[in-house]
C-alpha cells in the first residue's frame, strides 16, 4: 500500500536530493559522544529501505519519504541514511583540468569516506 511519511530533522544533508534511497537500521551509542554509533556491530544484518524522497523544504528542514513496501517505520533510536540515484547521478568531468577539494566542516563529529573514483581518458595530442 502506497504512502507519504514527513520527517522535521535537525539538518538536512546538502546533497539530499528528490530520487535518493532512504533507508534505518539500528544503531548504538559510542561512549558518551551523542555523535558516534556503532551500526549494529557492524554487521548491517537490519537495514530497512523506508522509500525514495519525494519533497524537501530546506527552510523548514522537511523531507518527505514516499514508499510502497510494508514496512515498520523508524523511531528515535535509528539511524536514518540515504543512498544516491546511480542513474541521475552517475557524469564524467570534460576538459583539460579538474581539481577538487572535500572538506570536513563540521567539527563535532567523525564522517567516513567511503568511496571516490575516477575515469579518465587521455585526450589527443
Do not use: H, W
Amino acid at each position: 500500500m502506497p504512502y507519504v511519511i514527513e520527517y522535521q530533522l535537525e539538518n538536512i544533508n546538502a546533497s539530499l536530493q528528490i530520487g535518493d534511497a532512504v533507508y534505518y537500521t539500528s544503531s548504538i551509542q559510542v561512549g558518551n559522544n551523542p555523535n558516534f554509533f556503532n551500526i549494529n556491530n557492524n554487521t548491517y544484518s537490519d537495514i530497512v529501505k523506508i522509500g525514495t524522497i519525494s519533497f524537501i523544504n530546506r527552510s523548514t528542514n522537511k523531507i518527505r519519504i514516499s514508499g510502497s513496501a510494508n514496512v515498520n517505520l523508524p523511531d528515535n533510536n535509528n539511524f536514518l541514511f540515504f543512498t544516491k540515484d546511480n542513474a541521475r547521478n552517475l557524469s564524467s568531468i570534460k576538459g583539460y583540468y579538474a581539481e577538487l577539494k572535500m572538506v570536513n566542516n563540521n567539527n563535532d563529529s567523525r564522517s567516513e569516506l567511503f568511496q571516490i573514483s575516477l575515469s579518465a581518458d587521455e585526450s589527443s595530442k
